[in-house]
């Protein structure tokens, strides 16, 4: 299966210029997407349909790894989709590019320039920082959460936002803002919620001491079920005992023990 | 409080058999606890999960109520040459209002801005958030401008100011420029008719 490089990129070409991705395409699938957003879905509570990344769409379409798809399903507008599509839809997308752009690889040793590939670079921000501030940036962004896509650090994150929020830290950095600074200043905005590690006050000491405190419950927990084992293994009484004896020996088991089988124990 | 519990019911019942009760009545009184203690624990946390499931993780509450508004200088929209800024809003009840025409939740609360704007209560402000200022002017003349002005922030710098995090995102200032809340996500009728109508009230009503 040989296929010479020349037709390769013409046959990618064709593919991507009269394929779903051409503008007509785009333009297509936008008008379906209004005319079924307009028909069939409807906002429901406040908070979940927030197109920008907030609701579930938004978050589904921004917040994900597979730039080229989301870059692809946001061109189309499918960020307002109902929620039960977009995955899929997305899913589509992002095979579809991945194919484009694999064959491109295997067909191809020069990269193609395509908008298939050029969608997979994020967006790059001007200049390149030193390397020591680049070394700052990589441990702050990891520090840092991004609020469009929780549970991605702002390194991570291919949300806009978090693309703002790092180039206003890279600012910060090269004015010559400590780390502390840098985050006080979104903490200042964002509140604690920014901080992957949350700082230590009343307000958040359940969240840091609250683990111990279980393990310290547990612990006694299980302190008291052995002794009870214990005081449940203890002989029974005999009839030798004397009456005092046996009252004081009765009135200490009453402390200890408290199950049925130590019960048994002292019958 | 589990082991609260169950310690208390242990003195109790050492208690009991000092004072005389019967060994019967201390294992009923036992047995009830060890029935209902796990009854009592298990509603409790059923009742804090049913809790959760109301609850939006994706809201974060703003760390700028009771704080200044943060001052910007930002063009108008319709008018790029001219400036605003909160400070000439000084002395009124005011809403910021973020907006973008990229935005689907926008177009969702749209009228019922559109509607809080002829009730002519309180002036709204509308923030373009990283925005094309031509696509906006557009969609304000397609879907109503219930806006006294509006301002662009085409690099969304001043935007991080404010800790906006997504669009729609509302925010009530008072005379003194002070955020006194904010609202995350579309508006519709009952935010604007149980809390920011009421809020803004009161607001109007303080010196």
Known sequence: MHLKPRAAIAKCKTLINTGIFSDFGLKMLAEWRVWFSGNFSKPSRAGEVRADGFGKHGTRTQCTASTAGAKFAHAAGFEKFPSVFLPLVRGAYTCAVASVVSAAFVFLSVGVVSPAANAQVQTPEAGLPSPAVAKRLKTLESELRCLVCQNQTLAESPAGLAGDLRREVRLLVEQGKTDAEVKAFLRARYGDFVLYRPPVDPKTYLLWFGPFGLLLIGAAIGWMITRRRHAAKAPPLTAAASSVEQASQQHARALLVEDAHAEDGRK | ?207
């Open chain 2, 1 to 207: 409080m589990s082991v609260d519990q169950t310690q208390s019911s242990s003195v109790a019942a050492a208690d009991a058999t000092i004072g005389g009760v019967s060994s019967a009545g201390v294992s009923s009184t036992r047995r009830a606890w060890q029935f209902f203690l796990p009854l009592v624990i298990f509603v409790a946390l059923v009742w804090f999960l049913y809790q959760g499931l109301f609850l939006n993780p994706r809201e974060v509450p703003s760390a700028l109520i009771n704080k200044p508004a943060p001052a910007f200088s930002l063009a108008k929209l319709h008018a790029p040459d001219q400036t605003f800024s909160p400070a000439e809003m000084q002395g009124k009840v005011w809403l910021l209002n973020v907006w973008g025409s990229w935005c689907a939740s926008c177009r969702y609360e749209h009228p019922f801005l559109n509607d809080l704007a002829k009730q002519q209560v309180v002036p709204v402000v509308g923030f373009n958030w990283k925005d094309d200022p031509t696509a906006a002017k557009s969609w304000l003349v397609k879907y109503g401008d219930p806006y006294q002005l509006s301002v662009s922030d085409l690099d969304g710098r001043v935007a991080i100011n404010w800790g906006v995090y997504g669009a729609p995102e509302t925010f009530v200032i008072d005379k003194a420029g002070m955020i006194r809340y904010k609202h995350t996500g579309p508006i519709d009728a009952k935010v604007l008719n149980e809390t920011l109508l009421p809020l803004i009230r009161d607001l109007k009503r303080a010196s």
